[in-house]
């Protein structure tokens, strides 16, 4: 009965994963397929009507690929792939690196990475939003903690400005914490130490996260503090809803990453009294917070924006993948085959493979309920986390085998 309940937890998870991946695919595919309107009306120029099926540039790219991928995939399981090749496959995700070789090629990554974005902290912040953020940091203080605001990014902004004279330093630092937590989370849940380095290579290779590696505007404070709140089910248990309490006021928007805890908390190897005591606490900073939430919108119900929702904005957010992703061309290229790789090693008994398709998938969701259900628009700096994710996912698929 256990058995049978977990193969269906397995495809429930899966098929879930796999439609919310290939609908946000379907702006990758036909970037014109769901528009906001049928026709583009520009002042003095004749209106234009897009072809809804006109393919977009990486179109032929990511279909010959997967194509490929597929096609070697059933070969692999059906023993028909040519021995050298099927043996080297097997040495791939058998391989393992020793902690000397883990400990220099770190070193040597973690270098290459702040050789190469130091000289960022030194230039101008690009963002124009940061000018808000600069006025509010003039007056911040402690005592002025009295609403949802990023006030964990407010004192770390001032904290990096009061000690190095810069406010990108500390951010800096906090992505650094990022590509560190990235090996550690992937080497705990797999026990693989190569799979940790993996992940890492693709998590500092990416254009989305070297893009706001330093930026004092949209920093990854939330996101760090997300992750190590994951790493600590394991390492660290009651530090696990500490990390996560402190990421909501990092960005309010980890707050819907609950289920997705929530499912790797449940999926984890620790006992069940943890679970319960980790979940429970979660379950009430997420209670108390909305409560919070709740008597903080009401006080100030004259001066938000009503909010409806739209289907089309919706559909909208599901495109958003196709548009912020577009520099990051390892995700869009092998981001099914990923969800299909964590299929099979979950049915394998790789229990965090179902854990990383929820997490990818959850994250994609967020996208278009968003946009859906408020006034805000997609920033490419949020889909940070699924680059995380995908990387932490492409180092699960090389977990040492426990069946």
Known sequence: MIIQNNKIIIWTVFVFSISIVLISFVSVIFPALIPLSNTIDIPGIESVTPNPYEMGVWSGVIIISNIIIFGLLFLYFKNKLPKPISYELKRLFAFEISKKNTLIILIILFGIYISTSASEILQEEEYSDFIKIKEVLQYWSIERINSFEPHVNYFLLSTSMAIFGSYKVIPFFGSLGLLVTTFFITYTITQKRF??????????????????????????????????????????????????????????????????????????????????????????????????????????????????????????????????????????????????????????????????????????????????????TNQPYRFVPLVVFFAIGVGVLLSKRQV
Request: glycine share 8%.
């Open 195 to 376: 799979a940790g380095i993996i992940s890492t290579i693709i998590l500092m290779q990416s254009n989305l996260f070297l893009t706001y590696d330093t930026s004092a505007t949209y920093t990854n404070f939330w996101i760090l503090f997300y992750l190590l709140s994951l790493f600590f089910v394991y390492r660290s248990w009651p530090l696990s809803p500490v990390s996560y309490l402190i990421s909501i006021p990092s960005k309010i928007l980890t707050i819907m990453f609950f289920p997705m805890s929530i499912y790797f908390i449940l999926r984890s190897d620790i006992s069940k009294n943890k679970k319960t005591i980790v979940i429970s606490t979660i379950l009430a900073v997420v209670i108390i917070g909305g409560i919070i939430g709740s008597g903080i919108g009401s006080a100030q119900r004259n001066e938000v924006t009503e909010e409806k929702f739209s289907s089309k904005e919706m559909l909208m957010g599901f495109s958003s993948f196709a548009t912020q992703l577009r520099f990051d061309g390892l995700v869009l290229l092998f981001m099914i085959p990923l969800i299909v790789g964590l299929f099979i090693v979950s049915k394998n008994g790789i229990k965090h493979g179902e854990s990383m398709m929820l997490l990818i998938a959850g994250l994609l969701l967020i996208a278009p309920i968003i946009t859906g259900f408020t006034n805000q």
